[in-house]
């Protein structure tokens, strides 16, 4: 874990890039509109209410105009009808917004939800490359903290723009029948109001896109320290997490106080400037009534009209930054969306032979993770593994040997070299298909927060229930299965915390059962479980893996014994290679490993430590 002064600088450098383009990060919402535009139907039926609602709004000064002009200054004493119809104005009014609210609120939920669904499955394509260079938890801020900007975007303050914009366009016409020369006084004005936003709104742009990566900041930490819980605890870390929170929260708050002050700066000029300058003109038009060129109606019509046009142009402020927070949410979404997988199927991918022999091949692979370029994980490193065969991988830790699951199911392509499924390069093929001719049980189990069935299930979901009960005997989590409060329906919690280790790892072996392929790779499958059901699920695996192609990883050396083949690496190499007995008498690696297992005798510290120096 790094200390949050490292994001504080990253965002400072990143917020001193952004400050140019500010038009061009606006133009981010395209990403936003896209969306919404599959919709047709009610966008034109929000556009509608929209209209309507503005109309009626600016119908009211203009209802009250006729209250005074024809009703008390025309001694008409009977202003019921005028007011009725101010009243069936109202209602209209009413009517229209209602339906506005619903219709611009349905889009925005509508367009949210299919914005997370699009990336969603964009992220379902990447590969774990990806993810290692990009945190999961910021990413997951992104699907919630950036969404609900967009939700506000679509479903409030792009309504209310347009809804002012109406306003205020429909309210400039009708000032200028009411009063021209008043009216092209008050119009002066407006290019001075433009030239802040604009120039405070590029300073607003770059704030809030920063803003925005720091409350994704704070949301990962959350995640990342609830996640590690026990840890945490356990290592009496809770106050330093406490403080690195805080530190995280005061930055997301200095940020946030920066944003606040420019739209306040930004509020507080153009209100100003635009009630000064309706003030102006109120004062020069109450002198027309004194003179008589101007009726009482008129006036009264060009005050709440003016102030109704002054309030639209105001409201523009707010919505301007707003739709900068937008625009700065939206392009983290569409970084997401436009991401290509470094891992795909090609456009004419290779059918993988039928039926599946299960044949394994490395040739001359060499291979670096991505986050670690210069050193090779893999280095010249050759096997075939035939259709069958059990091959047991062993070797010290960093000696490559789950690189060999990584790169068998695709995850990633070597540098140089090639590996093959049944004669097939994998890059020739699809991945989907490489990966449906395999089961995986991983050495950290991976479990959902579902029910017990579903987590079963996972390796085939159309799985029966006695085909689900048939693999839990078979992995010898039967008896805890049916003890669970509700059988296959308990819910298992987060990353299935209310079992045991060696039950989840149980599970994981069954999951992979119910998979039922040609190719079984077993990383540390028996690691948490006790001797007994080491045993138990030991004679399972081994039925399964029979007529099928199979490789274990495996650090225990007792339960490899019985392989056809071990693979000792090192190095990211294959040192040596053959059945148990011919590499014990070989008494090279394997033997050395071996003896530090097997021992039958007490092992002193410095025995151990010579070992272990001696297998470096």
């Known amino acids: 874990m790094s200390d949050n002064s490292d994001n504080r600088s990253a965002g400072s450098a990143e917020n001193t890039e952004s400050e140019t383009g500010s038009i061009k990060k606006i133009g981010n919402l395209r990403m936003i509109w896209d969306q919404a535009v599959r919709y047709p139907k009610q966008i034109v039926l929000a556009a509608i209410s929209l209209f309507v ?50 219709f611009v609120s349905w889009l925005g939920e509508r367009v949210v939800a299919d914005i997370r669904l699009a990336v969603q499955r964009n992220l379902l394509r990447l590969a774990p490359g990806f993810f290692e260079e990009n945190r999961p938890s910021e990413i997951a801020s992104r699907m919630t903290s950036d969404t609900a900007v967009i939700e506000q975007i ?43 936003i604009v120039f405070i709104g590029r300073k607003l742009t770059n704030v809030s896109r920063f803003s925005q990566d720091r409350v994704a900041d704070v949301g990962a930490m959350v995640a990342e320290t609830l996640g590690a819980m026990k840890i945490v605890q356990a290592f009496g870390q809770e106050q330093r997490e406490h403080k690195r929170f805080g530190g995280a929260v005061e930055a997301t708050f200095d940020t946030a106080k920066r944003r606040i002050r ?56 707010e919505v301007y930054g707003d739709l900068l927070r937008g625009a700065g949410a939206a392009g983290r979404l569409a970084e997401l969306l436009s991401e290509e997988p470094g891992i795909a199927a090609p456009k004419s991918p290779i059918a993988l032979p039928e039926p599946p022999r299960g044949q394994i091949s490395f040739d001359n692979v060499t291979f670096a993770y991505p986050t670690r370029p210069d050193t090779a994980a893999l280095n010249g490193f050759t096997l075939k593994v035939t259709p069958g065969e059990t091959v047991a991988v062993v ?22 070299g090639t590996v093959r499924i049944d004669g097939v390069t994998l890059p020739s093929a699809d991945p989907a298909d490489i990966r449906g001719r395999m089961a995986l049980v991983p050495q950290e189990t991976v479990l959902f927060a579902a029910s017990a069935r579903d987590n079963l299930r996972y390796g085939n979901w159309n799985a029966t229930d006695d085909e689900i009960w048939t693999a839990a005997r078979a992995a010898n989590a039967e008896d805890f299965l049916r003890d669970l409060p509700d059988g296959l329906d308990t819910f298992m919690g987060e990353a299935g915390t209310r079992l045991s280790g060696g039950q989840r790892q149980r599970i994981a ?108």
């Open 395 to 416: 070797g010290p830790s960093g000696a490559g040997k789950s690189t060999l699951f990584q790169l068998a199911q695709r995850f990633y392509d070597p540098q140089s």
């Open 53 to 102: 609602a503005a109309m009626a709004t600016l119908a009211i000064p203009a209802g009250f105009k006729t209250i005074i002009d024809k009703g008390f200054a025309a001694g008409n004493g009977d202003v019921a009808p005028y007011f009725q119809g101010l009243l069936l104005v109202v209602g209209v009014l009413a009517i229209a917004t209602a339906f506005r609210f619903y």
């Open 154 to 196: 679509v479903g409030t303050t792009v309504s209310v723009a347009l809804r002012n914009i109406v306003i205020g366009i429909g309210g400039i016409i009708y000032l200028f029948t009411l009063a021209p020369m008043l009216t092209a006084g008050l119009l002066i004005g407006i290019p001075i109001v433009i030239l802040p």
């Open 262 to 317: 420019l739209r306040a700066a930004l509020t507080a000029v153009v209100i100003a400037m635009v009630f000064s300058g309706i003030t102006m003109l109120m004062w020069r038009g109450a002198v027309g009534v004194a003179e008589g060129s101007i009726s009482g109606g008129t006036i009264a019509a060009f005050v709440l009209t003016g102030g109704l046009v002054a309030g639209a142009f105001g409201a523009l402020t």
């Open 509 to 616: 072996i069954a999951r992979a059962l119910l998979r039922n392929t040609p190719i079984l790779l077993l990383d540390e499958a028996t690691s948490a479980l006790d001797a007994e059901s080491e045993k138990l699920v030991q004679d399972a695996l081994e039925k399964l893996m029979q007529d099928r192609t199979t490789i274990v990883i495996a650090h225990r050396l007792a339960t490899v014994r019985s392989a056809d083949r071990i693979i000792v690496m090192d190095g990211g190499q294959i040192v040596e290679q053959g059945a148990h007995d011919s590499l014990m008498a070989k008494n090279g690696l394997y033997a050395r490993l071996a003896d530090l297992q097997f021992s039958t005798g007490e092992i002193s510290t410095a025995s151990i430590a010579s070992k272990a120096a001696a297998i470096n």
